[in-house]
């Protein structure tokens, strides 16, 4: 059976939020999603840009479907119609995810399934939601927030993230990764929507440490210090860790640890490899750690990962 995705589109929708979940849900037949585009009935949908989208489905496709995303809309404090609260609780009841991007939060917020969960939104709307909804975990800094089969996201291009994210999850990273590749975009981006704001002094040209983050790629075996990598971009360890932050939103070690773990999963999805090798080349050091590891951030171990996505 395929894997019905909804993308629900309301008034006043974004654009590029509703092009993304189209794009990845329904160019790739052998992943098996099946993509309706939907409103709450069919016909003209509003944009937030002037034109409008012409929907074949109305809610009937929401309850349908195993994932419903609600890509963003403006304003984000629009009145929900009051018949998509309870379809959303209706796929979510019925053991279904529900998603969103951008504004899309304020929608799941209305259905009451947001309290007491983490959630994120665009950063400029952030304070809204938390305001709005305070029984919402707003996590304004975050890309993305999985809380299971809750999800959401910040805005446009996080929403990329999310969405290869799903497909990471259904079918492991090899195929986020072809996903992405197709639609060039990163497979995983480390940090926040901090590294994304106004910055009061603009970076000057030749000093991204993004040289060195792809040379680090190429060495994740290798034992990677801040020091070491310092020395690779020609500063001080000091100057590095402060840089890297604000290029990234995140600290060398978490980036490390995120790009090990991605390798860790590529190297268990396509080879057969011993987990202790896959340890050794990934840089996660013994089995244990990467026992540990995967337990941690995944939910599993290597070998049910394995199990699950592995390719022969």
Avoid: K
Wanted: glycine share 10%; charged share 20%.
């Amino acid at each position: 059976m395929p894997h019905r995705v909804a993308v629900l589109l309301l008034d006043g929708v974004l654009p590029l939020d509703a092009g993304i979940p189209a794009q990845v849900f329904s160019r790739y037949p052998r992943l098996g999603y099946a993509l309706s585009m939907c409103g709450v009935r069919p016909g003209e949908v509003a944009s937030a840009s002037g034109f409008s989208f012409l929907v074949p489905a109305g809610l009937e496709a929401v309850r349908d479907a195993d994932t419903v995303i609600v890509p963003g809309y403006a304003p984000a404090d629009a009145p929900v119609p009051a018949q998509v609260p309870a379809a959303l609780r209706a796929v979510h009841e019925a053991g279904g995810r529900v998603v969103s991007i951008c504004t899309g939060a304020f929608a799941l917020a209305a259905t009451g399934l947001l309290d007491g969960r983490r959630a994120t939104t665009h950063w400029a709307h952030a304070q809204a939601l938390a305001e709005a909804h305070p029984a919402v975990r707003v996590e304004p800094d975050a890309l993305y927030v999985d809380e299971g089969r809750v999800l959401t996201s910040a805005g446009v291009s996080a929403g990329i993230d999310l969405c290869l994210h799903l497909v990471r999850r259904d079918h492991g990273a090899g195929a986020a990764n072809d996903v992405a590749r197709s639609i060039v975009a990163a497979p995983h981006r480390e940090g926040g929507q901090r590294q994304y704001l106004s910055a009061p002094v603009a970076r000057a040209p030749g000093t991204s440490l993004e040289a060195t983050r792809q040379w680090a790629l190429q060495r994740l075996a290798e034992e990677l210090t801040v020091e070491a990598l310092a020395r690779h971009a020609c500063v001080s360890p000091r100057t590095f860790a402060r840089r890297f932050g604000a290029e990234t939103g995140s600290t060398p070690r978490q980036w490390l640890l995120g790009a090990r773990l991605a390798w860790a999963r590529e190297l268990l999805e396509s080879t057969a490899l011993s987990v202790e090798e896959v340890a050794g080349r990934s840089g996660l050091g013994s089995a244990a750690n990467l026992r540990a590891r995967f337990r941690q951030e995944l939910g599993t171990t290597p070998s049910g990962y394995r199990r699950g996505f592995g390719r022969g």
